[in-house]
């Protein structure tokens, strides 16, 4: 029970702070999204593809959901990336398949 507390408070963090750091490339007047491809957005993919297939381990999936959307987060701050906006999108869109609600 408190690993799943823990897992949603992440999940909204990551949600609130992708929506803070697409906002504040808004209001300060950067490209909301260059392309591109990164390191961190591919790196945050296959950390998905990984949680996906560790499926029957609840805590290494949600692990790697995590890592996943923090990893692509800090990509798409610190090179705006649309990819890396994209697959933090994924990663969040994943952790609300695999969260505690639906278990």
Known sequence: MRAA?????L?????IALALVALERV???RPRAVPGFSPFAIASIALVII???????ILA???CLQLAG????????ATGELL????SII???VMHVFSPNRS
């Open 91 to 93: 990663a969040l869109t």
């Open 51 to 57: 949680a996906i297939l560790a499926r029957r381990n």
């Open 5 to 9: 507390t823990i897992y949603r408070v």
């Open 70 to 77: 923090a990893v692509a987060l800090i990509g798409y701050f």
């Open 11 to 15: 999940v909204a963090a990551q949600t």
């Open 61 to 63: 999936t949600w692990t």
């Open 27 to 29: 209001a300060s007047h």
């Open 84 to 87: 890396c906006f994209i697959a």
